[in-house]
């Protein structure tokens, strides 16, 4: 099953208003499913394709102290894939890998003293038997 986000969290991560949101799916610009009277979910693919890039879930609960609105998902992506793979929830987890290739997290994973022992060791293990799979 893909992911999805109410209507309301659509249009935060769009950046712009639900009423936007609701016009764009009556207009058939963006797919929703109805699911009851006052709920629709909208695919979070379909979010990802108008915003023309992964987008980001909130990560307040993993980086608590840096200032959100001022961290650069390219400059500091060590970072952010760092904290994610410590302590991330799984929609975090599913946006890490979306967003950045699976290489720069393998390298991370691998090789940041930073993570603790155990949770690089879990990492690398997933990710060398995800690698042997996927061969």
Known sequence: MEPTVSVREAAR????????????????????TRVS????L??????????GRPVRPDLSSVIWDVDLTRL???RNADFIIRRVLEAGRPDQVAW????????????VAEQDRALPARV??????LLRRRR????
Do not use: K
Not at 42 to 51: D, F, G, Q
Not at 101 to 107: H, V
Not at 132 to 135: I, N, P, Q, T, V
């Open 13 to 32: 991560l769009l950046r712009v208003t639900p009423r936007t949101v609701r016009n764009w799916i009556a207009a058939g610009r963006m797919d929703a």
């Open 37 to 40: 009277e006052r709920v629709t």
């Open 42 to 51: 909208v695919p979070l693919a379909e979010v990802e394709r108008l915003a």
């Open 72 to 74: 650069d998902e390219d």
């Open 96 to 107: 890490l890998f979306r967003r950045y290739p699976e290489q720069r997290i393998a390298r």
């Open 120 to 125: 690089r060791t879990a990492w690398s293990e």
């Open 132 to 135: 042997e799979r996927a061969a």
